[in-house]
């Protein structure tokens, strides 16, 4: 149980290019998904949690207006690069966790490998 | 602030040779401990979680312990398809936080 699914596994496009990473909770329900990203040997680093029916939630120096979340449904939400550039490069993944209380783990997709060219 | 500390940052097995792996950490108000791995290209898969002191989880050749101040990831007789990052992290009420993780490599 508890799969979370993330699609595309890998994204390579040029410079200015908007991206989009679907991330969906396949066998449960999820009010609250987070986006991470990670470096090469570097731990994983929010960037945002995703409410569903409501405005996501930034951390501290993540552009909202470059990486747009919408969270339309209990079982799906969305990341968007918009006009992505070689810094944006990285390693995205997202995760879920089931309707609950927080001290619930988290489940994790297999991410999203992104590189603009 | 939370802070997660993992050590190794890397540790190389010999097949079934067993060892453990640390994690220290400041949390205000712990609600959660969490054990995941991470394979190369892939995202974190859950393995454990510790709610309190004393608490032990066991999954086959791994099994978690938990203190007040860290936790250990005990692996038993490891084999080479253990080998793979392996991530703690800690929820406080407002945030998870991970570690760096300890790169776990086990030789036939």
């Known amino acids: 149980g508890a799969v979370v699914s993330q699609h595309p596994s890998r994204v390579i496009c040029k410079s200015g290019t908007s991206v989009k990473i679907e991330c969906r909770s396949l066998d449960f329900q999820a009010t609250t998904m987070f986006w991470y990203r990670q470096f090469p040997k570097q731990s994983l680093m929010l960037m945002a949690t995703?409410?569903?029916?409501?405005?996501?939630?930034?951390e501290q120096g993540v552009e909202k207006d470059k990486f747009l979340i919408n969270h339309a449904s209990l079982t799906l939400s969305t990341l968007t690069v918009t006009s992505a550039h070689p810094e944006d490069s990285s390693f995205y993944i997202c995760s879920a966790r089931v309707l609950g209380s927080s001290n619930q783990p988290q489940h994790f997709g297999d991410g999203t490998r992104l590189s603009i060219l | 602030e939370d802070q997660v500390t993992q050590s190794p940052e890397a540790l190389r097995l010999q097949e079934g040779e067993s060892s453990s792996l640390n994690c220290s950490y400041t949390?205000?108000?712990?609600?959660?401990l969490f054990w995941y791995r991470q394979d190369p290209g892939k995202g974190p898969e859950f393995l454990f979680t510790l709610y309190s002191a004393g608490e032990e989880k066991e999954k086959e050749r791994l099994k978690a312990t938990l203190t007040k101040k860290e936790s250990f990831l005990h692996i038993t007789a490891p084999k080479p398809e253990d080998s793979a990052t392996y991530l703690c992290?800690?929820?406080?009420?407002?945030?998870?936080?991970f570690g760096k993780g300890t790169m776990l490599l086990v030789s036939p």
């Open positions: 995703s409410n569903e029916g409501s405005k996501a939630t930034y």
């Open positions: 949390v205000s108000g712990l609600r959660g």
């Open positions: 992290a800690v929820q406080s009420s407002s945030t998870l936080t």
